[in-house]
């Protein structure tokens, strides 16, 4: 990584620092492929029993498990599981990260800091249920609240959708399938959860997967609620 925090032209960077109280630091970096948003793999072949595809598949995952033995979720995040296991979700760490154009501080809980990085690993690493989130990944906000989630997840919607128009298909400008993809990110975060119950850890990383369940059920309630009830105010200036 470049001194300014970019990547190079081939591969986007993000660079995660927690210090803790004690003085403690662990640093985590994330190269992605700048074109595909694939995680570059330079980690895990193989893993323990609670990577494998088959311990609490999702049942909407798509894989076949004569392909696939492990889940790329799970395989890509084994160093994570085992060092933040280790540590109670409540224990407040700062975190620093680094993306290709600027960098953010904050002092928050382990389980909202584990659960900013772990969003990045779960969209990267393969599966095609989380696919439809990576525009996400690519203009990353670390420690978003669930206003800014909700925002940015349905400018992303529209923007795919704007795309779709521009090459002749059918768009989705009601946003109706938007709560379907969003219910699919919940079954996943769900059934990880329950990959990580099978360990005998402390609890940062299964609270840092319930913050993003937390966030996929608001933006489904936004939905349900006609979010542009939710958001409308911030475009007065287009609707006079």
């Known amino acids: 990584m470049n001194e300014d925090g970019r990547g ?3 591969k986007i960077t993000y660079h995660y620092k927690f210090i803790f109280k004690n003085g403690v ?6 190269d ?5 948003l ?17 311990c609490f598949k999702c049942p909407n995952c798509i894989l076949n498990e004569r392909q696939y033995e492990y889940c ?10 085992d060092y933040f296991g280790n540590y109670t979700s409540y224990e407040p760490v700062e975190v620093i990260v680094t993306a290709p154009e600027r960098k953010y501080m904050n002092t928050v809980s382990l389980q909202h800091g584990v659960s900013s990085l772990i969003g990045i690993y779960m969209v990267t690493s393969g599966c095609p249920i989380l696919e439809k989130l990576k525009p996400m990944v690519r203009f990353h906000l670390p420690f978003a609240t669930i206003e800014e989630t909700k925002y940015r997840a349905i400018s992303m919607y ?4 704007y795309c779709i ?7 989705d400008w009601d946003l109706t399938k938007l709560a379907q993809t969003y219910e699919n990110v919940r079954v996943v ?11 005998e850890h402390k609890d940062a990383n299964l609270n840092a997967l319930i913050v993003l369940d937390i966030f996929a059920d608001s933006v489904n309630f936004s939905i349900d609620r006609r979010m542009a009830d939710d958001l409308d105010y911030l475009f007065k200036g287009y609707l006079k």
């Open 158 to 161: 529209l923007m795919a959708q």
């Open 189 to 199: 975060n769900e059934n990880f959860c329950k990959r990580l119950r099978t360990i």
């Open 8 to 10: 190079s032209a081939d």
């Open 32 to 36: 992605l492929d700048s074109v595909t």
């Open 25 to 30: 630091e662990r640093e985590f970096t994330i």
């Open 72 to 81: 790329p979720i799970a395989l890509n995040m084994i160093d994570i599981i």
């Open 38 to 54: 694939n995680l570059i793999q330079t980690g895990n072949k193989t893993g323990p029993e609670w990577t494998k595809l088959k």
């Open 165 to 171: 128009y521009q090459r002749g298909n059918q768009p």
